[in-house]
């Protein structure tokens, strides 16, 4: 089992839905991110959390630490955003030694139909 | 403020001959990763540098692959001898310190081996 589970794999919306993504988690983390890449695109921070909830323009992650489960909600989704979303943790396990190694979970392909 | 800077973007190389990508960090980091992306599959971890150290190599395959931070100039990941294999998307981040900080991704470099 992998340390970092997303669902869904993949997800196709209408332009103007509400989207979620969801990540678990089965390690100890002293951070989580959410990263999002275009096709044969760089990868680009949207988020990190360590507890709580971000908000940015119509981006919004939340994280359970408790629960081990952070999701990325997406409001009024636009053809632009179809990108894949990746959840990435960070172990708490000698956090300081290891810096920001991460872990990765596979993506969620996200399209977004006009 | 430059972010990362990975080059080349598109590197094709022969069976049997050698691979270099290069990575700037942003200005002020010190600390570099070095992440692998094969098709199809998620991002994987390789190594974690700082200068002139290597902290982290769990992530290397043992043969061939090798990596460097020199006190001037990008950090160095050397593929030799390569196979079809190695043909992937590399991507690096770099960070200002150890923990508590953003991840900040280059463009990635994509390996093509013929």
New interface residues.
Partial sequence: KNEVEQSPQNLTAQEGEFITINCSYSVGISALHWLQQHPGGGIVSLFMLSSGKKKHGRLIATINIQEKHSSLHITASHPRDSAVYICAVRSDRFAWEYGNKLVFGAGTILRVKS | NAGVMQNPRHLVRRRGQEARLRCSPMKGHS?V?W?RQLPE?????MV?LQKENI??ESGMPKERFSAEFPKEGPSILRIQQVVRGDSAAY?C?S?PR???????????T?LTVV
């Fill in positions: 600390h990763y992440y599959e998620g991002l994987k971890f974690y902290i982290d991507f981040a960070s150890s923990v508590g900080t953003e991840a900040f991704f280059g463009q990635g994509r």
